[in-house]
């Protein structure tokens, strides 16, 4: 009577962001946000899920090769590895609130989870790790609802893990409302590469989850921002990918990290998630883009700061070049290539 479900589902990054919530709890964002979701095959997030008959109710939670039992209590705690806990409770009501398991409280939860690569360190590891969950609970309970609205009430990026190529994430006032969908499949665009620059992988010093927190109360630049996202921003990023237009693309692409990074410095206190690094590839780009008429590359930075580089197939391999021997010149920086060409954003490994 055991049920088990794993699943693979990679990270994603926002092109057009999602910063600050307009109900915590629940996690409804202030404007859509839009992304693209990496290949499975170079970073990804791995869940198994087992359900075993029981009257223990007991939760256990693997996390990276650590073991945890979780239960309610802990709950009223409160500091950040908590949250984590509190969101997995809220995605466990709402699934056995309208699953088609007869006895859904009467198993003993058994949560193991892993990434091939560093967590907390601005690469989106909790997006793919709650789209993972998200598919695990809602396949051994046989869930009824939208897996990117489960995926939500873990984290607000992870709904858009949920689904391959270029996903948009709306708002909305009802919960039931505020989900994500593919605006075009991977295969659309596959001459687009994402180069992730990992420039630091230590712990982020303010999670998103507080960042954004701190935004909202104390940032007077935020409503400007959401109101230029929501009528206009989101609506040319999807015409740009639409047209295929990657000079327009890059320049929006840039203008929206850029725009994001101004509200962190203007929250109080102020959060700074880029480094000199960061800001050195900045540079490095804008006069890479100098040379010729369209632009060739953009740089975009989530919380934290490692780079994320958008290039077509054409100019991947002079990119490379400069900053491997000129830029870079033998530092120790990371570099991965990350394509999502093949639109493998997911992967469901094995069934009971
Ligand atoms: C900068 O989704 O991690 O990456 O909803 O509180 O879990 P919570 O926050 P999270 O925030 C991601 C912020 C971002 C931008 C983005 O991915 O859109």
Redesign the pocket.
């Known amino acids: 009577n055991n049920i088990s479900a794993t699943y693979e589902c990679a990270p994603?990054?926002?092109l057009?962001?999602?910063?600050g919530?307009s109900d915590d709890e629940l996690?409804i964002?202030l404007n859509g946000?839009i992304?693209i979701t990496l290949d499975t095959s170079v970073l990804s997030s791995r869940t198994t899920i087992l359900l075993i008959k029981s009257n223990s109710h007991k939760i256990y939670v693997t996390l990276n090769s650590a073991t945890q039992e979780i239960d309610d209590g802990d709950l009223n705690k409160s500091p950040d590895d908590l949250i984590n806990k509190k969101?997995l409770f809220i995605m466990l009501d709402k699934v056995r609130q309208n699953c088609i398991l007869q006895d859904p409280f009467e198993y003993e939860i058994r949560i193991c989870s892993s990434n091939n690569f560093p967590t907390a360190c601005?690469m989106?590891s909790?997006?793919s790790g709650?789209a993972c969950l998200a598919y695990c609970l809602s396949k051994a309970f046989g869930y009824k609802g939208d897996v990117s609205e489960l995926a939500?009430l873990?984290?607000?990026?992870?709904c858009?893990s949920c689904f391959g190529g270029f996903v948009k994430w709306n708002t909305a006032t009802d919960s039931a409302f505020s989900l994500s969908r593919v605006l075009f499949p991977a295969e659309h665009w596959p001459q687009m590469n994402i180069v992730a620059l990992i420039l630091e992988d230590g712990k982020k010093a303010v999670?998103?989850?507080h960042g954004?927190k701190d935004t909202v109360l104390t940032s007077q630049l935020l409503p400007q921002r959401v109101k230029i996202v929501e009528e206009k921003r989101l609506k040319m990023m999807q015409q740009f990918i639409g047209d295929k237009n990657f000079d327009q693309f890059a320049k929006l692409v840039m203008q929206d990290s850029n725009s994001?990074h101004a509200v962190c410095l203007d929250t109080y206190p102020p959060l700074f998630y880029l480094n000199d690094k960061s800001k050195e590839i900045i540079q490095f780009i804008n006069e890479f883009n100098k040379i010729d008429p369209e632009l060739k590359v953009a740089y975009s930075f989530?919380?934290g700061p490692n780079c994320f580089l958008f290039v077509l197939d054409h100019h991947i391999a002079e990119l490379l070049f400069l900053i491997k021997n000129i830029y870079l010149n033998n530092s120790d920086l990371g570099e991965k290539i990350v394509t999502s060409a093949d639109g493998n954003f997911l992967k469901s490994l094995n069934f009971d």
């Open positions: 994603n990054i926002a057009i962001k999602y910063w919530k996690i964002p946000s992304s969101r601005g989106a909790s997006a709650f939500r873990g984290s607000g990026s992870a858009r999670s998103s989850t954004m994001f989530d919380a």
